[in-house]
Every structure is written in C-alpha cells, then in structure tokens.
C-alpha cells in the first residue's frame, strides 16, 4: 500500500529535549515536505526536500532541521524544543511538486512543555 | 499580506446546492494550484489542482483559475453532508507550497 508514515504519531516533551520525528514513504517519490499546522494559520511549510541530499527552507525553518540521506526517508529534528513549537507536523511527498497528488502522513501532535 | 488567502468561513450551504469556494495569492509567479480537502483530525487529501485559465471538471468538482485577477475557486455541486470539511487553496512557487488558512465548508441536510 502507497504510504506515508510519520512517528510517533503524538509526544509530550520539554522544552531543550531534542526530538526526532521520522518520516518514510514508500512510492519512490522525489519531493518531500514538512509542514506545521496550527489553528488560524493553516498549514506552513518547515522545509522541503527535492531529492537525496538536496533540501531547502520553506516558510517558517527557524528551529528546525531535516536530512535527506535516502530517498524514502525525511527526519524532522529539533535540536532544541520550545513551546511555540507544539504544533500538529505533517509530512508529504509526490513525485515532484507541479501537479503531482501529494501524499500526506497521518500528522504528529507534538506538545512541548 | 499573506500570500495565499482564503474566506475562514465558515460557509454553510444546503444539501444539493452549489458550495463556492475562493482563494487570491499574490505571487505572480505562481505556477499551479491545488485544492485539498482536510476532515477533522485527518490529513489534507488532494482534490484537485489547475495551472492553466479557465475551468477545470473532476466529477462534482470545478476548479477555476484566472491569473489576470490572481483568483482561483473550486465550485462543489450538488453538494452532499460528506463534503463538510476544511478546505485549502495551495499555490506553487518554486519549490514550495504556501497554502492558505483554510475555509471551513457545512453541507447542512
């Protein structure tokens, strides 16, 4: 089945604890993305991934980090959680970006205390 | 000004009736538009997306596009309670997607 999993799926952590929220997909897309979504703002976009290796900041990066070393994973990291990050994560990937169906993982809820 | 705007709603229309959606961006250098449809508590599915003017048909669904007045729209007919959702407007700029707030659709029966 085509695919895209993020984990964990919730978290609760404190502020300064770094964090690592994975995400996979299975279809051999080359676009990848984060986003964050919280209420009033609708879904801003972290970073996003062109292909192994290539990254690039979206609208709202500051605080946050990604890799690309393979081409069906793209970890979100935050070296250094705060509290304006809690927020629900969304990650997606289509095989490029103009006029592909992107593929959205189930979301994570992360609260930082 | 955000770059991709959208009515917050929400808008509530009757079972059977036309639902107009609406969304401006202000980058002229955007290429494509998406609209995706988000129920509560899930993700953002793909309805459909549009780069040329003009309109474009998928079943009960109508995109708009018109890129002299920076507008696009997405037209449900017939509408039906399943509709009732959040729905965003996205733009293409480079690489990324700025996506609109989101407008809040209720297909009342």
């Known amino acids: 089945e085509a695919q895209v999993t993020q984990n964990p799926r919730y978290l609760i952590t404190v502020t300064g604890k770094k964090l690592t929220v994975t995400c996979s997909q299975n279809m051999n897309h080359e676009y990848m993305s984060w986003y964050r979504q919280d209420p009033g703002l609708g879904l801003r976009q972290i970073y996003y991934?062109?292909?192994?290796?290539?990254?690039d900041k979206g609208d709202v990066p500051e605080g946050y980090k990604v890799s690309r070393k393979e081409k069906r994973n793209f970890p979100l990291i935050l070296e250094s959680p705060s509290p304006n990050q809690t927020s629900l994560y969304f990650c997606a990937s289509s095989l490029s970006l103009a006029g592909d169906t992107q593929y959205f993982g189930p979301g994570t809820r992360l609260t930082v205390l | 000004q955000k770059e991709v705007e959208q009515n917050s709603g929400p808008l509530s229309v009757p079972e059977g009736a036309i639902a107009s959606l609406n969304c401006t961006y202000s980058d002229r250098g955007s290429q494509s538009f998406f609209w995706y449809r988000q129920y509560s508590g899930k993700s953002p599915e793909l309805i459909m997306f549009?780069?040329?003017?003009g309109d474009k048909e998928d079943g009960r669904f109508t995109a708009q596009l018109n890129k002299a007045s920076q507008y696009v729209s997405l037209l449900i007919r017939d509408s039906q309670p399943s509709d009732s959702a959040t729905y965003l407007c996205a733009a293409h700029q480079g690489g990324k997607l700025i996506f609109g707030q989101g407008t809040e659709l209720s297909v009342k029966p």
């Open positions: 991934s062109m292909n192994v290796e290539v990254t």
């Open positions: 549009i780069y040329s003017n």
